[in-house]
């Protein structure tokens, strides 16, 4: 058996190195943290001298991932939420009443984590447990006692009510059209870098052979781009300027909210089959302390739509 001593970096490495993919930024991933930036930036150069790899393209005032960094960003977020949920039912068999809340690595990520504070402010007495998965788990057996997850919302087993309707909008970086007029066809889109998303269509939400099937476009002639398995990494790529992402609502309401994303093209959202729905084990009785949350839950992704309908109109 191999010695993970030898073979796996630190985790506190790791962990800073997911922060500051995702945030793209030392700064933010430090006070995200809770630490320096200089200790973000020692922590970093420790682990791309352990991989042997520069992770990061440091410009001025700008931060961008490398092929190696890209290649590590894909799955770490899933592992280390997995090492998470490991601990977390490890430490649930001393705490029966904290609640175990469920989610995939995209929704976790870029709804749920930024939308936390507020929770935790209403109600600090009460401990959330994340566990996050990329596959469908069996809750009972996971002792999740609530969970947010994508589909027609029918899964065996499972009471569920429909939290937020899915819309997806092609979407980049301000800068990737590096002054070119944004396109009004969709067709215009067949020339352009697209980033393809492959995996369970549940997780997904539509690809892009959809969005272009619901233009009445043909996508066989499309310029193929790349394609990655993973839904952070196709943002970071958006991100970062490299292409055009199939992405939108809610998952990257804020990323569009300040202007880090943009619509690529000048046409409405497709709404996507089904949705984010609330599940829970069928013969589950729910806490008062899980009630609290699943009402903050509601209450927060009805309050987002009105913003977001009350920005639509006033645009």
């Known amino acids: 058996m191999p010695s993970f001593r030898?073979?796996?970096?630190?985790?506190?490495?790791?962990v800073a190195f997911d922060a500051s993919a995702r945030l793209l930024s030392f700064t933010r991933a430090a006070y995200e943290l809770g630490v320096t930036q200089a200790a973000i930036s020692r922590q970093i150069r420790e682990l791309e001298e352990f991989l042997g790899t520069p992770l990061f393209k440091r410009?001025?005032?700008?931060?961008?991932?490398?092929?190696?960094g890209l290649i590590l960003n894909s799955g770490l977020s899933m592992q280390l939420g997995a090492i998470a949920t490991l601990c977390e039912r490890v430490r649930a068999t001393q705490d029966p009443e904290a609640i175990v809340v469920g989610m995939t690595s995209a929704f976790g990520t870029n709804w749920l984590t930024p939308r936390l504070p507020e929770f935790r402010q209403l109600y600090p007495d009460i401990e959330l447990r994340l566990a996050v998965a990329d596959e469908i788990v069996d809750l009972a057996r996971q002792r999740i006692d609530i969970?947010?997850?994508?589909?027609?919302?029918?899964?065996?087993?499972?009471?569920?009510?429909?939290?937020?309707?899915?819309?997806?909008?092609p979407v980049c970086s301000p800068s990737y059209w590096r002054g070119r007029e944004r396109p009004t066809k969709p067709e215009a889109l067949l020339g352009e870098v697209l980033i393809w998303l492959e995996g369970p269509p549940v997780f997904m939400g539509s690809q892009w052979v959809d969005w272009f099937a619901a233009h009445g476009v043909n996508d066989r002639t499309a310029k193929r781009g790349f394609t990655v398995n993973n839904f952070t990494m196709q943002i970071?790529?958006?991100?970062?300027?490299?292409?055009?992402?199939?992405?939108?609502?809610?998952?990257?309401?804020?990323?569009?909210?300040?202007?880090?994303?943009?619509?690529?093209?000048?046409?409405?959202?497709?709404?996507?089959?089904?949705?984010?729905?609330?599940?829970?084990?069928?013969?589950?009785?729910?806490?008062?302390?899980?009630?609290?949350?699943?009402?903050?839950?509601?209450?927060?992704?009805?309050?987002?739509?009105?913003?977001?309908?009350?920005?639509?109109?006033?645009?």
Request: glycine content about 10%; aromatic content about 10%; proline content about 6%.
């Open 6 to 14: 030898r073979t796996i970096p630190p985790l506190a490495s790791l």
């Open 236 to 315: 970071q790529a958006a991100l970062s300027g490299q292409g055009i992402a199939l992405a939108g609502f809610p998952l990257i309401d804020d990323l569009l909210e300040n202007g880090l994303l943009v619509s690529a093209i000048d046409l409405e959202p497709v709404k996507v089959p089904g949705g984010y729905f609330v599940v829970e084990p069928e013969d589950s009785t729910s806490s008062q302390n899980c009630q609290r949350f699943r009402k903050w839950l509601f209450d927060r992704a009805e309050r987002d739509a009105l913003v977001r309908r009350s920005r639509d109109s006033a645009q």
């Open 147 to 169: 969970s947010i997850r994508y589909g027609g919302g029918r899964w065996p087993g499972l009471r569920s009510e429909f939290l937020i309707h899915a819309y997806d909008m």
């Open 59 to 68: 410009g001025y005032r700008s931060l961008e991932l490398t092929e190696a």
